[in-house]
């Protein structure tokens, strides 16, 4: 797969555009994103998994959910996994049928419920005993019926960072697998609940198949239990997680290579396993992939404002902070990072720091990168995922715009916030 951010001669261009004129014409810190990169990624999915019949993928919309983001998956043929009414609000109005969207989390208040349900959406993926008894009083009251999943958790380490890692005993998420039987069988038996199936999702930015096939070991062990006790199951949806690669995103010969630990996660091996661990069952499955079909098709923009040194450690101060990109505060997540134009001369290590008034407010720590300097702009590479959604008014710094580059045709898809915005 050819990316469709990648440097031509010595400049960044994002699909046909370069990423300099896109910082001029719209500002930093900025938001762009690829749109043939974000159905490159969905299709390479879709394909690698061909071999699963009626594999559906629901796209979570926590990944990025601008709207313009999700016409654009809708319309290439995915559901939508979403966590709030907000979610299932924009996924509706962004294209997405009712019956394809389902509605997890582990909180889902009154209003989440009754949303969801006067929407006639998908599915409703419960995450404990006591919500599923609040789900058939919800259904009941509003005269639906509530298809409902049940959220278990596995047990299995996902190998990933402690802070997005979800399918362990002593996560939150879902109903532990020794227990989940009895909660199967009251899902089974609720007023105005039809048990769809079993969930599970079991971390993020995953890059091993073993994890999965673990949790698929499971599942299907569990789902053969239900069988027994007369429970059918007709849909199994795996989650999602799986993780893209975060280092080398770019190369060129000015630019280090970066030490390279990632092993990026085989499709197809993974497809395999889960064909073949669900083979003997007669269900759909779903996956509910964000990070895999948005992160590489995002850019963060950032200009250097200042630089300096304390202490014989350098520091490289950009427009960009926590607020607008706060993965690397919340996990230590790694982001490639690297100058839009490039010019021959000496790397330094350098701390990239944004201008946020915490001391988490940090892009990367003893990076090398080619020396930069005031003015000078920074690209923070694959923040597709993660990156705006996450984002926040902190320090009442105003969120950043968000572009859309599909070949040489750019529109701006969020304005940046103003000062009114604040208030
Ligand atoms: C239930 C559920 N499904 C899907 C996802 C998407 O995960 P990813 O972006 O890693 O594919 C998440 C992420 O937290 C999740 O909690």
Do not use: W
């Not at 300099?20 to 043939?36: D, F, H, I, Q, R």
């Not at 609720?190 to 890059?207: D, P």
């Not at 690297?338 to 701390?351: Q, R, T």
């Amino acid at each position: 797969m050819t990316s469709q951010i990648r440097y031509d001669n010595n400049s960044l261009y994002i699909e046909g555009l370069p990423a300099t004129a896109l910082a001029e014409k719209y500002g930093t810190p900025l938001y762009v994103y690829s749109a043939n990169q974000a159905a490159d990624n969905y299709r390479l999915l879709r394909d690698s998994f061909d071999i699963i019949d009626g594999i559906r993928f629901l796209y979570a919309l926590k990944a990025n959910s601008n709207p313009e983001i999700l016409k654009l998956i809708s319309a290439l043929g995915a559901g939508a996994d979403t966590v709030s009414a907000g979610e299932i609000f924009l996924a509706l109005r962004s294209g997405f049928a009712p019956e394809s969207i389902s509605l997890a989390g582990v909180g889902k208040t009154d209003d989440d419920l009754d949303f969801a349900l006067t929407r006639n959406i998908g599915t409703i993926i419960a995450e404990s005993d006591e919500e599923l008894q609040v789900i058939s009083q919800r259904a009941s009251k509003i005269g639906r019926t509530a298809h409902v999943s049940l959220r278990i958790n596995p047990d299995v380490d996902a190998r990933t960072h402690p802070h997005i890692s979800t399918g362990l005993k002593d996560n939150k998420f879902g109903i532990n697998i020794d227990r989940a039987l009895d909660s199967a069988k009251v899902a089974a038996n609720l007023k105005n609940v039809e048990f769809a199936g079993i969930h599970s999702h079991i971390g993020s930015q995953i890059t091993e198949v073993e994890p999965f096939a673990e949790a698929v070991r499971s599942i299907a062990e569990f789902v053969d239990k239900l069988g027994k006790e007369g429970i059918r199951v007709s849909q199994i949806d795996l989650g999602g997680g799986i993780g893209v690669r975060y280092k080398n995103a770019l190369t060129h010969d000015l630019i280090p290579v970066e030490n390279n630990s990632e092993h990026p996660i085989d499709l197809r091996s993974l497809s395999q396993v889960i064909k073949n661990g669900f083979s003997s069952l007669d269900c759909e499955l779903v996956m509910e992939p964000g990070r895999f079909v948005i992160a590489e098709s995002g850019v963060l923009l950032t200009r250097v404002l200042y630089r300096k040194e304390s202490s014989g450690r350098k520091f490289v101060i950009v427009d960009a902070g926590m607020n607008d990109m706060m993965r690397h505060a919340l996990y230590s997540a790694y982001h490639q990072i690297a100058p839009v134009e490039l010019s021959v001369g000496k790397s330094v290590m350098v701390d990239v720091v944004g201008p946020v008034c915490e001391s988490t407010d940090v892009f990367a720590v003893q990076r090398e990168m080619p020396e930069v300097k005031r003015g000078d702009l920074l690209a923070i590479l694959t923040t597709g995922a993660y990156g705006y959604s996450l984002s926040s008014n902190y320090n009442s710094r105003l969120k950043p715009a968000e572009v859309l580059v599909d070949e040489d045709y750019a529109r701006v898809i969020r304005d940046r916030d103003t000062m009114e915005d604040l208030v």
